[in-house]
């Protein structure tokens, strides 16, 4: 907390109670609380949502409603706060529903001392700090299964796919001997060949990254030239969709961006943000934005590091899937449309390189990615 002060929602349509709870808390030593009096049910409700509290304590009683309903509505809303249930009476019944639905504490306001006002807040924050380390735990192990699986699923994917890509680059090279006296067609199949050799090599990188080996084999890679060849590689969509693609990369340097990766699989991390970045304009385009879209990628001297920043003005990702857009499989795409892989395969892979990759969004209006790489000596 910014100060020491414990904040208190307290919700009860009785302003004596409030009073009376305020002075309790006054008389306790040691510790300072900032209380917030919500006088209704929906005042109540709406201060929990704005989760700027650290404890709150609610009346069994608010009018037509109960403490209850607002407990079992704002856990549902996805609140934190610990919520201590406060009542005139005991009621057995009451205390085990609230213990069921998810309270804190249940406290009845007679027996109610500075002291054990005290030890209820404290006994509510440090449980809720408790369980938020272990769900922060159920949530990193879940997601080092999940990437164990990408891992075995490279691993099996990578046999199944290079020997089919083998015989297609035989063939590829068994054409251009053929076609050898057509420079037109000579050119094709060359491209042909080369994007067959970036995927095997793609595949090799994905390999060294479930067995870990990924920064063995980083060396030194040319930012302007990766994202030439990604923005090449994209022009038919981008012209497609009407996008307008600045790079900034053109005139940011007039000496070369070095940086420690491997040019396929930053080939690959590029490719993917950018036609993130595609899919998202078009989501723009379809709710009514129509024009004006474009995707810039810029660069940034950070010290030891390079910041690749890819920006666009597509639809943005709301908080709430802001918190999972790294966790293997999730995916706001449709079925057959994302895997939910692009993103955290791409995050694992500049990770292994020493870097990592943020990203800032506002929903509605676009998001923007940027890759941090740490420098090559040049």
């Known amino acids: 907390m910014a100060d020491s002060r414990v904040r208190i929602l307290l919700i009860d349509d009785d302003e004596d109670d409030c009073i009376m709870l305020r002075d309790l808390l006054t008389a306790v030593d040691g510790q300072k609380f900032a209380v917030e009096w919500a006088s209704s049910y929906e005042a109540g409700k709406k201060a929990l949502l704005s ?3 650290d404890v709150c304590f609610l009346d069994y009683r ?3 409603k109960t403490g209850l309903d607002l407990l079992k509505e704002a856990i549902a809303d996805g609140v934190k706060t610990p919520m201590i249930l406060l009542t005139g009476y005991g009621e057995h019944e009451v205390d085990l529903e609230a213990m069921r639905v998810g309270a804190a504490d249940y406290l009845v306001k007679d027996q109610v001392t500075s002291l054990l006002l005290e030890r209820s807040i404290r006994y509510s924050i440090h449980r809720r700090q408790a369980m938020q380390a272990i769900l922060d735990r159920e949530a990193q192990i879940l997601v080092q299964d999940r990437l164990a ?3 075995l699923l490279a691993s099996s994917l990578a046999h199944e796919i290079g020997t089919p890509l083998g015989v297609i680059r035989g063939r590829a090279e068994y054409l251009e001997l053929q076609l050898r006296n057509d420079p037109g067609i000579k050119k094709n199949v060359d491209i042909i060949i080369a994007q067959i050799d970036r995927v095997s090599k793609l595949i090799r990188s994905l390999l ?4 870990g080996d990924q ?3 980083a060396g030194q890679v040319y930012l302007g030239e990766i994202v030439a060849e990604v923005i090449e590689l994209m022009a038919h969509e981008l012209r497609k969709h009407e996008i307008e693609i600045k790079n900034e990369l053109v005139q940011a340097q007039s000496v070369p961006i070095a940086v420690r990766a491997e040019a396929g699989p930053l080939h690959q991390v590029l490719l993917n943000l950018l036609v993130n970045s595609v899919h998202a304009i078009e989501t723009a385009m379809k709710g009514g934005r129509t024009t004006g879209h474009f995707i810039r990628v810029s660069v940034q001297d950070m ?12 639809c943005g990702i709301s908080e709430k899937n802001l918190k999972n857009l790294f966790k293997p499989f999730f995916t706001t795409k449709d079925i057959g449309v994302g895997t939910g892989l692009g993103l955290v395969t791409s995050y694992r892979i500049v990770e292994s390189w020493g870097g990592a990759i943020q990203v800032s969004s506002v929903e509605g209006k676009g998001a923007s990615f940027q890759i941090l790489l740490p420098k090559s000596a040049s």
């Open 215 to 217: 920064m063995k084999t």
């Open 208 to 211: 060294n990254l479930a067995r």
């Open 149 to 151: 699986s990408v891992g």
């Open 51 to 53: 989760r700027e509290h």
């Open 62 to 64: 608010l009018g037509a």
């Open 303 to 314: 010290g030891t590091q390079w910041a690749l920043t890819v920006e666009d003005t597509g």
